[in-house]
C-alpha cells in the first residue's frame, strides 16, 4: 500500500516537474491543436501562401511555421505580444491573442508534417 | 504627329533602363550566396551544438529548427540579432545570438541563409 502511493507521488512530482520545464511561462495550459483550427486564419494570409514575401523593413519570405517546436513558437507569439520581437502585423495579431490561444496555435503548427493536409476550416 | 527622333530616344532610355536593372540583379549578392562556405561557418559557429543534428534537432524546444528554412527570412533574423538592443526598433535581443553573429559579415550571414535552406528538415508551409 505505501510502496503504491509513494510511487505515484514520485510519478506526480515528475510530471509536475516535466511539465513545469516544457512550459515555464504558463505552466497550467496546454496547448490543443484541434482548437486552434478556427484560430489561424490571420496566420494563413501571410504564412499559408507558399513564397509569400513581406516588403518591410526588408524583403523576405514569412518563415514557415510547419514542423516548428511549440515550445518556439509560443515563446515567438509571447514575445511580439510583450513587444520584445518587432514586426508591425506579428504585434498587433499577437496582442489579440490570449495565453491559450497562443498555445493551441503553437501546438497546431507543431503537429504538421509534410503529409498533414490544409486546414478544412479554411 | 510622328517623331521618329522622339520614337528613338524613348527606345534608348528604356534599353538603358533595362540594362541598369540588369546590373543591379548581376550586383545583387544574394545571387551569389554560397552554401559552402555557409556550412563552413555553421561548423566553424557550432550550430548544431544547441539547434542539432543537421540543424533540424534543436537541444531543447526553445531553439527552432532551421533545416530547410526560407533564406531570406534566416538573413534577416540573422541581421536582426547583430542589431540586438542597439536598435530598440528592429534587433532581435537574444544574448547567445548575438554573440554568436557579432563577427559575421553581410556575405556570411547570406552564406549561412543559403546553406540552410539547402537542408532537408521537418519545416513546411501548410494551412
Known amino acids: 500500500m505505501n510502496s503504491f502511493v509513494g510511487k505515484h507521488v514520485v510519478t506526480a512530482a515528475l510530471a509536475a516537474l516535466a511539465g513545469f520545464a516544457l ?14 483550427q478556427g484560430k489561424v486564419a490571420m496566420c494563413i494570409g501571410c504564412h499559408g501562401i507558399a513564397d509569400y514575401r513581406t516588403a518591410y523593413p526588408e524583403v523576405y519570405k514569412v518563415p514557415m511555421l510547419g514542423g516548428q517546436n511549440a515550445q518556439y513558437l509560443a515563446n515567438a507569439l509571447h514575445g511580439y505580444k510583450k513587444g520584445d520581437r518587432h514586426f508591425d502585423t506579428m504585434h498587433a495579431i499577437a496582442s489579440s491573442l490570449t495565453d491559450q490561444d497562443i498555445a493551441d496555435i503553437a501546438a497546431y503548427y507543431a503537429a504538421q508534417t509534410a503529409s498533414s493536409p490544409n486546414n478544412p476550416e479554411k | 504627329m510622328y517623331k521618329p527622333d522622339q520614337a528613338l530616344r524613348t527606345i534608348a532610355m528604356v534599353a538603358g533602363a533595362a540594362m ?29 551544438a544547441c539547434h542539432g543534428p543537421n540543424l533540424n534537432k534543436p537541444v531543447t524546444p526553445e531553439y527552432p529548427k532551421l533545416a530547410g528554412q526560407h533564406s531570406s527570412y534566416v538573413y534577416w533574423a540573422l541581421k536582426q540579432y547583430q542589431m540586438g538592443t542597439s536598435n530598440p526598433k ?16 553581410q556575405s556570411d550571414m547570406k552564406d549561412i541563409a543559403a546553406y540552410i535552406e539547402s537542408l532537408d528538415g521537418d519545416l513546411v508551409q501548410k494551412k
Do not use: F, T, Y
Not at chain 1, 23 to 36: L, M, P, R
Not at chain 2, 33 to 45: P, R, T
Not at chain 2, 92 to 103: H, T
Open chain 2, 20 to 48: 541598369a536593372i540588369g546590373a543591379l540583379a548581376v550586383s545583387n549578392p544574394a545571387a551569389a550566396a554560397s552554401a559552402s562556405n555557409g556550412k563552413a561557418l555553421v561548423e566553424s559557429h557550432n550550430c548544431a
Open chain 1, 23 to 36: 512550459n515555464a511561462q504558463a505552466a497550467d495550459i496546454v496547448g490543443n491543436a484541434k482548437a486552434a
Open chain 2, 90 to 105: 528592429l534587433g532581435r535581443n537574444n544574448a547567445i545570438m548575438q554573440a554568436q553573429v557579432q563577427s559575421l559579415s
